[in-house]
């Protein structure tokens, strides 16, 4: 009866210690900051460019000159109404004219490049002639030479041949002694003439085979220079460009209108030399407005020339599929870049706001986090990843710094080099409370 006791007593003890440790467990996981994850994923990392405009005169058309001639005077100025064929500006003729002498000056020295080439090209080629008859004729002589050897060489051979024939004819007064002397004598000549001849052959076949390769070195293609071509195409080139000063020169430096409209804007001044671009910009009542948006460093990476975007002016609810026409750096905002959309005729109205938007689907990355879960210091950029260990109270969660490389994001999405995450990382992206490197966490699955 007393074991029966102590059995049940001892169940009663491990029942209460298992309770004792239920409890623990809870109330030491209920202190743990609760915490969220999530795995990598494989993404496309999209980028949206939005961004508000207002809708411009249409008729803006640029004036554009030789960049880098310099201006003498300014004729018209911003607000003025000019017709076609009126001046705008002057160019300094005495700076033209010593830009094209300029022009002229490296179209010759390129010219007499191309000669030199030229010249060169025809000393070469003479030369390969020379070199090829020469070693055609070393052809010739060493085919002439070889094979007298080898026709002195067979000579002997047949002569030797028929010596011995003679001595199995003819040999009676001979002893056997002197006989067999004289047998094996004719057979060692013999012999040793059928050893020369193959030798004169082989050295023949040997001296024919080193000619006929000094004529094939010489046959052999010479290697591509691109040197000719280059130097001819920037002779072309410089060619137009000179006509070009030259028109300018016969106007005698004026620059005019070629169209009626209203000077707008003006990116010249006196004194100073035309820039890669629009010098001035004029209206055109007669074309449709255009639609303008500031882009800054960041937007200019997804829109440029030529891309096709969204456009949505107030006041209605319709998207409209447009291209971009007009793109370059802002005058007037220094590290912005201005754009103007070409509308439809009878669209919009100046003053008019609106709004740009286009969509860049991006590279498609195999290692994609969200931004969120990054925690970026001036030095690097890491994550907290999840990790499972075995604790006092059985398996636990722990917490790991993991810093990454991010080489793409967006709103949703960074895209992280290398392979210091894998597709089962567990990375934590939020929690109830705050925590560190080597903190036992609680995870929400």
């Given amino acids: 009866m007393s074991n ?250 004026n620059i005019k209108a070629k169209i009626g409209g209203m000077i707008t804007d003006i990116y010249i001044e006196a004194g100073g030399r035309i820039p890669d671009g629009a010098s001035m910009m004029l209206t055109d009542d007669n074309v449709p407005c255009q639609f303008k948006v500031i882009l800054d460093k960041e937007q200019k990476k997804y829109v440029g020339f030529g891309d096709e975007v969204l456009v949505k002016l107030d006041g209605s609810s319709k998207k409209m599929d447009m291209t971009i026409d007009y793109f370059s750096e802002s005058q007037s905002m220094p590290g912005s870049f201005e754009t103007l959309i070409n509308l439809p005729e009878g669209t919009g109205v100046p003053g008019l706001s609106g709004t740009l938007s286009c969509s860049n689907i991006g590279e498609k990355y195999g290692c994609c986090i969200p931004p969120l879960s990054i925690i970026e210091t001036d030095t690097r950029s890491y994550v907290y990843v999840l990790r499972e260990r075995e604790g006092i109270l059985g398996k636990e969660y722990y917490v790991e710094e993991v810093n990454v490389k991010v080489v793409d994001k967006n709103e949703n999405w960074a895209a992280i080099e290398g392979s210091t995450l894998d597709m089962d990382s567990q990375i934590i992206l939020s929690a109830d409370k705050e925590f560190g490197k080597g903190d036992i966490v609680r995870w929400i699955n």
């Fill in 4 to 253: 029966k006791k102590i059995i049940i007593g001892f169940s009663f003890f491990l029942v209460f210690m298992w309770l004792c440790t239920l409890i623990s467990k809870s109330v030491y996981t209920t202190r743990l900051p609760m915490v969220s994850t999530i795995s990598p994923e494989e993404k496309y990392i999209e980028h949206k460019v939005e961004v508000a405009g207002i809708v411009v005169e249409g008729g803006k058309q640029a004036v554009t000159s030789l960049p880098g001639v310099k201006v003498k005077t300014l004729i018209a100025h911003v607000g003025d109404r000019v017709e076609e064929g009126d001046i705008l500006f002057q160019i300094d003729l005495d700076d033209l004219k010593e830009i094209i002498k300029e022009k002229q000056r490296q179209i010759n020295s390129l010219q007499l490049q191309v000669n030199t080439i030229l010249e060169n090209q025809e000393l070469e080629e003479q030369k390969k002639e020379i070199e090829e008859e020469r070693a055609r004729e070393d052809y010739n002589t060493t085919a002439r030479l070889e094979n007298t050897d080898v026709g002195r060489a067979a000579d002997r051979y047949a002569r030797a041949a028929e010596d011995l024939d003679d001595f199995y004819e003819d040999n009676s007064g001979m002893d056997e002694e002197t006989r067999n002397q004289t047998q094996q004598e004719l057979l060692d000549a013999l012999q040793s003439a059928a050893y020369a001849e193959a030798d004169a052959k082989r050295d023949r076949d040997q001296a024919m085979k080193e000619a006929e390769r000094n004529v094939e070195d010489i046959l052999f293609p010479d290697a591509n220079d691109a040197t000719l071509s280059v130097t001819q195409l920037q002779i072309s080139e410089l060619n137009a460009d000179l006509s070009k000063y030259l028109d300018i020169l016969n106007q005698e430096g």
